[in-house]
């Protein structure tokens, strides 16, 4: 296993670590700027929130998404991504710090009532609501503390173990750990499967309280999903740039394509039979969440869809499309700021409706929470190998090609 061993340790260089900084800086700065300007606006508290809800979410999402990727491999024996296994850890590493701040955001909307964004929360609200008043058994704060912590605990202890074993799956190899994995990585799936869905409704749904879609859940985790993916493939196509991960081959970013490609068509799919069931049963209760969005946000709205379907699709149908680094690069890019546009529009139109706009404020905290990522992502990579030694798919990973 020498050969693995050559570089086979990240060193944040100081080109990456000045990238972060300078958007955390920039981000900061435009964020400062745009509170000075903002600050005497009738609803500023409540786009200072919708601000942090935003970004917080998204970034968390972006760990999660890894996190569950990870798990997904692992209940499948998956063999192809070994090569690639430390990339998706270190970025769902990112969680604790994710939860941190989303977390750390919620928290400051609870004790300010809401802050208009979750209306619920109000008890002054509430009391003239009776549609609130009839979900209150389920939209309550300590209900909904008790189901946050309960997902942020649950999330934390699974990415803790698969992090540790995968460590010492290096020192001591044989398969015990593996199948360890491969259970843990399926219970992981059947938490997940209910907690993709319900988080999403207190996080983001419970914004527009009034409203519900079965779809919505699942339509969340699309979003999450090809995000943490697009996210995996950047990492993997800039370490490979700096000279490491040898092993990688274009067989490996292909595979990263095809999953970018077909989440895409499923968060697309999610997309039009929410809108269109909708749309086709024209029951006021339900169209009111599309008819805010769609006469106030069209082109965002529109073009997001354009951007996260007819984009990947149309640039990523060809097979070397999936194996060229600098289309891959682009195209995920692109998807990121569709998919940041679509929780956007998912919170903003609910919480400030037409008073949203997007200004230096929302993009100075877009840039902030991007270099705090980055950053994190960079520290997270140098912490262990970037090559598993023992995994016992290593060989099949290492030899992988079509």
């Known amino acids: 296993m020498e050969h693995i061993q050559e570089n086979n340790n990240f060193q944040m260089n100081a080109k990456a670590r000045n990238t972060a900084f300078g958007l955390i800086g920039a981000g900061a700065l435009l964020a400062l700027v745009g509170i000075i300007l903002g600050a005497g606006e009738e609803h500023f508290l409540t786009r200072l929130i919708t601000n942090g809800i935003i970004n917080g979410f998204f970034f968390f999402a972006i760990g999660l998404g890894a996190l569950f990727f990870l798990a997904l491999n692992y209940a499948v024996e998956a063999g192809w991504y070994v090569v690639v296994k430390r990339v998706i850890e270190s970025v769902a590493l990112y969680l604790p710090y994710g939860i941190a701040v989303f977390g750390g955001v919620l928290l400051i909307t609870s004790v300010l009532h809401g802050a208009h964004v979750y209306t619920w929360m109000d008890s002054e609200v509430v009391a003239e609501d009776k549609i609130i008043q009839g979900k209150s058994t389920y939209l309550n704060l300590i209900f909904f503390w008790i189901r946050t912590l309960v997902y942020f605990a649950v999330y934390l202890w699974f990415l803790r173990g698969f992090r540790n074993r995968s460590l010492e799956e290096d020192k001591v190899g044989g398969s015990k750990i593996h199948f360890k994995n491969y259970r843990q990585g399926a219970t992981f799936l059947v938490f997940f499967a209910v907690f993709s869905s319900t988080s999403a409704w207190d996080w983001l749904m419970s914004i527009d309280v009034h409203w519900f879609s079965t779809l919505f859940g699942w339509y969340t985790f699309a979003g999450m999903w090809v995000s943490a993916l697009v996210v995996i493939v950047l990492t993997v196509i800039y370490l490979k740039k700096l000279g490491y991960l040898p092993q990688v081959n274009e067989s490996h970013i292909h595979d990263i394509g095809k999953w970018i490609f077909a989440i895409s068509f499923l968060w697309s799919y999610l997309w039009f039979s929410q809108y269109m069931l909708i749309w086709y049963a024209n029951i006021g209760e339900e169209v009111v969440y599309y008819i805010m969005r769609t006469e106030n946000f069209k082109f965002l709205y529109f073009g997001m869809f354009f951007i ?70 960079l520290k997270n990579l140098a912490k262990a190998p970037l090559m598993p030694v023992n995994h016992p798919f290593l060989d099949e990973s290492m030899h992988h090609e079509f």
């Open 308 to 377: 996260n379907f007819v984009f990947p699709m149309l640039i990523l149908m060809s097979r070397d499309a999936k194996r060229d680094a600098g289309i891959l690069s682009f195209v995920g890019l692109v998807i990121l700021v569709g998919h940041w546009l679509d929780v956007y529009i998912m919170v903003s139109a609910g919480s400030l409706g037409v008073n949203a706009h997007l200004g230096m404020l929302e993009l100075g905290f877009a840039m902030l929470m991007a270099g705090l990522f980055i950053y994190m992502l």
